[in-house]
Each structure stands twice: as C-alpha cells, then as structure tokens.
C-alpha cells in the first residue's frame, strides 16, 4: 500500500543532493554576493557517506520510491560519483534514476555514468546568447562547454535529454523561442522554469517572473502547439509538442500554476536531512540515525514518520504572509 501524507499524496521520487558546492554562481540560485570566496561550505565529514545514501534510498524504495534523481549544487564536482550511480542503480524498484547537472563537465561523465547505469539528464541552459549565459552563471563558461555537455549525453545515449531554462524577466526571455528553434528535431525536450522565490539569497521579485501563459505566448507565435497528456501522476511539468512534431517543450510554473496537490518528492540533503518541500523552512536529521547503529526498521519508520505528517503546500499558499519566511537553499536540496 502506498505511503501516503496528509493531504493524501504518495511517497513516488527522492531527489538526493550529494553537494551543496556548485562551479557556477547562477544569479537566481547561488548569487555571488552571498557565496562568495569566504562562504563556508559543508565540511566533507558532515556529507552522507554513499553507502549511507544508498542505504536511504533502499529504504525509500521500499516505502514506494521509484524515481530517484541525483541533484546538489553541482553533483558533478562530488569526487567518484559515478561509484554512487551504480549503487543507485542496483536497488530494486528504481524504475527510474536520473541527474541534473550544470553541464560544464558533462562532456567527460557522461559515458562513464551512463554505464554505470544512469538513464538520463536534465541540463540548466538559460540562454543560447553566450553573453547572457555566461552573465547569469557568473563564472564566465560558455554556452559550447553546456552544448558539448548535451551531445555527449545524447551520443551515451542519456536520453531524452532535458534542457531546463530559468527564466528572469529582461534577462534572458527574450531568448526563449531560440531555445525551442536550436532543439528542434533533436529530441532534447526543452523546459522553461517560471522565476522562483526558492531560498532567501536571490532578490526574488513577482514582477521578475516571466509566467507560463506568456511563455507559451511567445513560443506559439512561431511554433504552434498542442498539449501532451503527462507522462506519470504528480509531473510538475506541463507539456507540449510542436504541431509539427519537431519538438516538445515543457512549463515548470511554480508561481502562476502551483503543482503542489500532485507533489510525490521527498529530498535528501547532502548532510542527512530529509526535506518534504522545495521551500521547507526545517528538515528531518536520518543522519543521526544513520550514524548511531539504527537498524532498516528504525529509518523505515522514521521516514513513514516524516512523510504521514507532511502537509507542506507553499506554493499554493504563496502570499504577502509567505514573504520573508525562513526557506532552505536550493543549492542545497537541488530543485
């Protein structure tokens, strides 16, 4: 029977954040002002160990966990990933493991990775515009390094490949329609993710938000469109295809179109605590657990424990009483 919260919404995907260090300063995400040279990142001790993840995500799948996807900051920049992936991959019931990267060192993990049995890749590309991408990542790498990234995982054949975009209004969504125009025949599906008010570092604003229906505005200008059925309950993004069957794209509307009634995910931090929401002010230490001899019974229990109680609804509860809230960092849980 499925593991269920309060608002009777089922235990379906882990997303587990294996560093809260990233290689990019993104704007929207990890500002430079805030993680700059003396930020203080987590102490390698205070990192789950990867069999102390596997062991988690093992429990996990059998409270009903099917999609795991590995997240961080940057998952690429945690030493030996690859070893994790197969572990992953190895637990019965993951129908489903996948990776979310920034792309700059894909181009050399991707093979590695998909044969250690990763199925595919969602890669954050904001802007085709060199200038403005390497202005929104804020460490000067290009938008080659990201693209070499992506064709890379296609040829390892970590498909489909997902294209994810960040969209900032008068920053980049003047360039969403050439994201579409670049991808199309590709198979790579492309996704435009509405501005987000996630953490407390990056000066979010509700007039920055570029919203879905204008995303699709702008797109079906040039490209008419049609909807797609979701590929499974509880998909955050909303889909849809080219007319011409070119291409598909996807909306991740947090803001305008609140998903949470459908939300399944529960994320693992990089040091063990498990957070039931995006935008969870507190999370729940398994570390502690992990590291005092508790048996499988014990964590089994303790994330029944967490996810039975959960009631988290953020984004449909977004308002001026929201504003100002203590939120964790997404370069700390992923997205």
């Known amino acids: 029977m499925a593991l269920l919260d309060e608002l009777q919404r089922p235990l379906r995907d882990l997303r587990i954040s294996v560093t809260d260090r990233c290689n990019f300063r993104c704007v929207y995400c990890m500002p430079r002002s805030v993680f700059g040279p003396g930020y203080e990142f987590l102490p390698r001790a205070e990192l789950l160990t990867f069999e102390e993840i596997a062991r988690v995500a093992r429990v996990a799948a059998e409270l009903g966990v099917r999609k795991v996807r590995i997240t961080?900051?940057?998952?690429?920049?945690?030493?030996?990933?690859?070893?994790?992936?197969?572990?992953?991959?190895?637990?019965?019931?993951?129908?489903?493991?996948?990776?979310?990267?920034?792309?700059?060192l894909l181009r050399q993990y991707a093979r590695p990775l998909a044969d250690a049995g990763l199925k595919r890749v969602t890669v954050s590309l904001d802007s085709l515009d060199d200038a403005i991408f390497r202005a929104m990542n804020?460490?000067?790498?290009?938008?080659?390094?990201?693209?070499?990234?992506?064709?890379?995982?296609?040829?390892?054949?970590?498909?489909?490949?997902?294209?994810?975009?960040?969209?900032?209004?008068?920053?980049?969504?003047?360039?969403?329609?050439?994201?579409?125009?670049?991808?199309?025949?590709?198979?790579?599906?492309?996704?435009?993710?509405?501005?987000?008010?996630?953490?407390?570092?990056?000066?979010?604003?509700?007039?920055?938000?570029?919203?879905?229906?204008?995303?699709?505005?702008?797109?079906?200008?040039?490209?008419?469109?049609?909807?797609?059925?979701?590929?499974?309950?509880?998909?955050?993004?909303?889909?849809?295809?080219?007319?011409?069957?070119?291409?598909?794209?996807?909306?991740?509307?947090?803001?305008?179109?609140?998903?949470?009634?459908?939300?399944?995910?529960?994320?693992?931090?990089p040091e063990g605590q498990l957070f039931t929401c995006l935008f969870a002010a507190r999370g729940h230490d398994i570390r502690a657990l992990l590291r005092s001899g508790a048996s499988d019974a014990d964590l089994r229990a303790f994330i029944e424990r967490v996810w039975s109680g959960r009631t988290d609804r953020y984004s449909e509860l977004r308002s001026a009483e929201t504003v100002g809230l203590p939120r964790v960092e997404m370069s700390r849980i992923g997205g």
Not at 72 to 95: N, S, T
Not at 180 to 191: A, D, H
Not at 212 to 238: Q, W
């Open 72 to 104: 961080g900051g940057e998952p690429l920049l945690r030493r030996d990933l690859v070893r994790l992936v197969e572990m992953l991959a190895a637990i019965p019931g993951v129908d489903d493991l996948t990776l979310t990267t920034n792309g700059a």
């Open 138 to 269: 804020d460490v000067n790498v290009g938008v080659d390094v990201v693209l070499e990234g992506i064709a890379a995982a296609l040829e390892a054949g970590l498909s489909p490949v997902k294209v994810n975009a960040v969209v900032k209004r008068g920053v980049n969504d003047h360039t969403i329609v050439d994201l579409v125009r670049y991808f199309r025949g590709t198979g790579v599906v492309v996704r435009f993710i509405e501005y987000m008010d996630v953490g407390t570092t990056n000066g979010w604003r509700l007039d920055d938000v570029v919203t879905a229906d204008e995303i699709l505005a702008r797109i079906a200008a040039e490209f008419p469109l049609e909807p797609v059925e979701p590929a499974y309950p509880g998909e955050v993004a909303t889909r849809w295809r080219l007319r011409d069957g070119s291409g598909e794209v996807g909306i991740i509307a947090s803001i305008s179109r609140p998903f949470c009634g459908g939300c399944t995910r529960l994320r693992l931090s």
